[in-house]
């Protein structure tokens, strides 16, 4: 964890997976975000010395929303930290799960808890209202503050600790191997002397074979890929660009020597970050 007491940039309000993520990365002071646009927003502002963003799910995949503003602005990842994601049904007292199967009951929180919880939900409260709100841990806070019965949330124990919700069920996310990775934001480059993660934006040439001869320079130079994702260019829909994460510190002479290979060629590349990752 690095030290030191700094405001941070979160999406969604104390108690949700986003604050979970931030205590193990930073000590700091939270600030709440509606949106994941609004954690750049504050973060290039210096509203925050940092933010934190969700970047991936084991589950449903990459968040392309947050590759788009990586790919938009000039902000640098620090570091990254993976959550075990683990969703239950909270409400503002105890109830039988069978009292809530009913038109009368409501059930709320964000859309990807609810797609998390799908088979569930389907089995134990198909009558179930559904209602979508922007964070799981908003969406226990307002049922606790309520106080109506028949009125739930889905989201993480930490949020019912911090808002004094009490646990119906749980876990009940459908696949409990469901993690999330997310990644630590900020405006001043910083390479970590010890990294051994790069993250970069790869936008390749318009030749024939030039994303084969960049893969192949990372090949070339024993540079193992722990990720490579598409992302089409708004500008040009018949060109992608790729994000990447190499499993090295941007310092490496073989990375060095890879990307001045792969810019040879017509590539661009833009750094995103270059950081340690606890194994």
Known sequence: MMAGMQKIAIQGIKGAFHHEAAQKLIDGEVLECVTFQDVFDAVI??????????????????????????????????????????????GPQEIAVSELNTPEAEVRTMFPAFAQCELWLEEHLPLTKRVELYDT????????????????????????????????????NDDPHNYTRFILLTKERQDAPDA????????????????????????????????????????????????????AGVADPAVRQAFDEIRATGCEIKTLGSYRVEE
């Open 196 to 247: 051994n993660r790069t993250s970069i934006i790869l936008t390749t040439g318009h030749s024939e074979g030039a994303l084969y001869r960049a893969l192949g320079a990372f090949a070339n130079a024993k540079i193992n890929l722990s990720k490579l994702d598409s992302h089409p260019i708004q500008s040009d829909t018949r060109h992608y660009s790729f994000y990447i994460d190499l499993e």
């Open 137 to 172: 841990a908003f969406s226990v806070q307002s049922v606790v503050d309520e106080g109506e019965p028949l009125t739930v949330a889905i989201g993480g124990k930490y949020a019912a600790k911090v808002y004094g919700g009490k646990i119906i069920e749980g876990p009940i």
């Open 45 to 90: 502002a210096a509203k925050a010395a940092y933010g934190i963003v969700a970047i991936e799910n084991s589950i449903h995949g990459s968040i392309n929303h947050v590759y788009r503003l990586l790919q938009r602005h000039n902000l640098w990842i620090a570091g990254e930290t993976t959550l075990s994601i683990e969703q239950y049904l909270i």
